[in-house]
């Protein structure tokens, strides 16, 4: 009785760290403005030579060399501004900042943990099994 409860414990944290890491595995690339395609579906920071913009999905647009906030919230160096009007033309940006997912790292430590998890799990049972009732 004793086995079942500390091993669905050691189930429920792995469980937990699973779904910590499903939230991926993230790496950042940084970019010259006019070598990067603007993809307005991406998170970007945008770094100028005195301010850094942080700009979800979708709350920015490129025209004519010219990034516009459009809708929402803006993170202006780690202050919030609600309803942001900023116009950034290409040619004031020093770097563009774009986060990557990085799937196979994702995928490779969520399989990790569940072997392990196994592992655990498989050495708890026979450490705690009476042999003697077996015999």
């Given at each position: 009785?004793?086995?079942?409860?500390?091993?669905?414990?050691?189930?429920?944290?792995?469980?937990?760290?699973?779904?910590?890491?499903?939230?991926?595995?993230?790496?950042?690339?940084?970019?010259?403005?006019?070598?990067?395609?603007?993809?307005?579906?991406?998170?970007?920071?945008?770094?100028?030579?005195?301010?850094?913009?942080?700009?979800?999905?979708?709350?920015?647009?490129?025209?004519?060399?010219?990034?516009?906030?459009?809708?929402?919230?803006l993170l202006l160096n780690k202050s919030l501004i609600n309803n942001p009007s900023v116009k950034i033309p290409v040619e004031e940006m020093n770097l563009v900042e774009v986060k990557k997912v990085?799937?196979?790292?994702?995928?490779?430590?969520?399989?990790?943990?569940?072997?392990?998890?196994?592992?655990?799990?498989?050495?708890?049972?026979?450490?705690?099994?009476?042999?003697?009732?077996?015999?």
């Amino acid at each position: 009785m004793k086995t079942e409860i500390i091993m669905k414990k050691i189930l429920v944290w792995i469980i937990l760290v699973s779904f910590i890491n499903l939230t991926g595995c993230y790496s950042h690339e940084l970019f010259a403005p006019t070598a990067y395609k603007f993809n307005e579906k991406k998170e970007i920071k945008v770094i100028t030579k005195d301010t850094t913009y942080n700009f979800k999905g979708y709350q920015y647009i490129l025209v004519d060399d010219t990034l516009i906030a459009t809708k929402g919230n803006l993170l202006l160096n780690k202050s919030l501004i609600n309803n942001p009007s900023v116009k950034i033309p290409v040619e004031e940006m020093n770097l563009v900042e774009v986060k990557k997912v990085e799937a196979a790292q994702t995928t490779l430590v969520v399989i990790g943990v569940t072997i392990v998890a196994i592992v655990v799990i498989g050495v708890i049972s026979l450490a705690t099994t009476d042999w003697r009732l077996h015999l």
